[in-house]
């Protein structure tokens, strides 16, 4: 497929050698590179420039080596994850979150499937075809271990390998005598780049440990994964078996004669496409009355001016509340899918009463969404923002999306595979858009506002370090708070503390960072953010 997929060995028989993989120049000569620059850019370092170097380097790697007129140039597929691959190497540069650190990676695994499959279209088939194709390349390079036979014996084969490295470095050795005593500088120079070599070896020695040599080895195994790519058809003959439609089935019915024992079984398993069309449309009419009557208390209760009564458990109503309502939507959706699975799609007489039952229990659903999302917006309005409730407000994007896929399978007949695949096109554009956004920075700017007299410090505390000039800008607000929180790391157990006891928790977190950030942070770990931060708190 291209010059960097080769193709799957076939099993080796009983006490018979597996061959190797077949590997171009071009890769044998970027697989020891890549291993070289994955123990360079993450040994004993955190995650920032290094993985957007390591991530540019496979993907150039990859792309140097797709033919012209490969198929993966013509899947639309392919350029939105690459588009989404470069997009997070930014992020990752820029802000170095979690988000953007996991969306790179998921993106990259993403563009190696479509390399080995260019005409997947499920996102989830595309990152197992990536997976079970590294998995099968360690195998297939484990032979190039072994030194070639040739029909010699071990001692045979040590003498000709230990002769064809020993006469060129003797040689070379010869003719740097005579060098040096024949030209003065030349000497000079050998004796700096001598040196230069020592120390080199020197501060390379005591790195060396068992370790470092089993993370080389596992950079090693990770690139030749990444680098080599194995065709794995499994992922995408199961795709073909899908369409976007739903087509309609001939019910296999048994003949049935008085002769047939299993006559009344057979009667019962028997599709009734008018009795399923009963039970749908009594679904369908008796829950929207009931969803009906939780909307309208919801928009009166939720909509209208909603404000807690004193002692009102805020907590209980938005978690369990929220958790409950979003169970509920997720069955509405998934007996939407079963209703609508087969032949019902295509029961004349009364599809089109069911298609509108149907389409008035995903709206109410999605008025139910709306609800869901306020309740969480009153919970961030009293108690302040944290991770959960922005992973509340992307999950409700998720299901509204959903719910419209919902009506495109209602309307036009999708199958489950169309739903599915929509869907998680939608959930890795969510993905990047969690790795845009400065989500740290934004929650220590909105819970240390004046509005707040109550605040967790220590939630804050345990933030990446881009935050900290933020802790320190609006430390003054503690002065105001009548509680402020202070949990241990990993701890559950709140503690209280005083506002000059928070501010000096700040004051100590600020001055930690900045005097352990030159010694703990190289270059390989670098990203805009955190050493913007350094800057601004070193000044």
């Known amino acids: 497929m291209t010059s960097f997929s080769v193709s799957a060995p076939a099993a080796a028989a009983p006490g018979v050698r597996r061959a190797a993989l077949p590997l171009t120049s071009l890769q044998k000569a970027l697989l020891p590179l890549g291993a070289v620059l994955f123990d360079v850019l993450f040994w004993n370092q955190e995650v920032g420039l290094n993985l957007s170097l390591y991530t540019l380097f496979v993907v150039a790697a990859t792309l140097a080596g797709l033919p012209r007129h490969a198929a993966v140039w013509r899947s639309g597929y392919f350029w939105l994850m690459l588009g989404g ?16 650190k996991l969306a790179c990676v998921a993106s990259l695994v993403l563009v190696l499937g479509y390399v080995n499959q ?22 297939g390079l484990l032979p190039y271990l072994r030194l070639p036979s040739g029909g010699m014996g071990r001692w045979s084969r040590t003498r000709f390998y230990g002769r064809l490295l020993l006469m060129p470095l003797v040689v070379l050795g010869v003719f740097h005598l005579l060098f040096s005593m024949a030209n003065p500088r030349y000497a000079a120079l050998a004796a700096v780049a001598l040196a230069t070599v020592g120390e080199w070896l020197a501060a390379l020695l005591p790195a060396i440990s068992v370790p470092h040599l089993l993370f080389f080895l596992v950079g090693l195994v990770l690139t030749a994964g990444a680098l080599v790519l194995v065709p794995v058809h499994f992922f995408l003959d199961r795709e073909s078996r899908f369409g976007e439609f739903v087509r309609r089935q001939r019910d296999r019915v048994a003949s049935f004669s008085v002769r047939n024992p299993n006559f009344r079984a057979q009667t019962f398993r028997s599709l009734d496409l ?30 209208l001016g909603f404000t807690p009564s004193p002692g009102f458990d805020l907590t209980q109503f938005v978690h369990e509340g929220t958790y409950v309502l979003i169970l509920s939507i997720l069955v509405a959706m998934g007996i939407v899918l079963w209703f ?41 309005t009293y108690t302040g923002l944290a991770y959960k409730r922005i992973g509340v407000y992307g999950f409700l994007l998720l299901t509204l999306f959903g719910l419209g896929t919902v009506l495109l399978k209602i309307w036009q007949r999708r199958s489950a595979y169309s739903l599915v695949r929509l ?3 939608a959930a890795y554009g969510l993905l990047l858009l969690l790795a845009l956004g400065n989500w740290e920075i934004w929650m220590v700017r909105y819970n240390l506002s004046p509005r707040f007299k109550a605040v967790d410090v220590g939630f804050l505390l345990e933030m990446p370090e881009r935050v900290l000039p933020e802790l320190q ?12 929180v202070i949990s241990p ?20 977190r600020v001055a930690g960072w900045v005097r352990n950030y030159p010694e703990y942070h190289t270059w390989q770990s670098w990203t805009y953010a955190e050493a913007q931060a350094y800057e601004h708190l070193r000044q």
């Open 85 to 100: 691959t470069l997009l997070s190497v930014g992020c990752v540069l820029l802000l170095g979150s979690g988000a953007a």
């Open 118 to 139: 260019p005409h997947l279209k499920l996102l989830a088939f595309a990152l197992l075809t990536s997976l079970v194709s590294a998995a099968r390349v360690v195998p």
């Open 274 to 303: 008018r009795k399923e069309y009963l039970a749908a449309l009594a679904v369908f009419g008796l829950v929207n009355v009931l969803l009906l009557v939780v909307n309208i208390i919801d928009i009166n209760w939720i909509w």
């Open 340 to 380: 609508f699975r087969r032949n019902l799609n295509f029961y004349a007489p009364g599809l089109r009463a069911l298609r509108w039952g149907a389409t008035v229990w995903v709206v109410q659903n999605a008025v139910l969404v709306v609800s869901v999302g306020l309740r969480n917006y009153y919970y961030i």
């Open 423 to 425: 869907n998680a096109v």
């Open 473 to 484: 800008a609006r430390q003054s607000v503690l002065s105001g708070m009548t509680r402020i």
């Open 489 to 508: 790391p990993g701890s559950y157990n709140e503690v209280n503390a005083t506002p000059a006891q928070a501010q000096e928790a700040i004051k100590a």
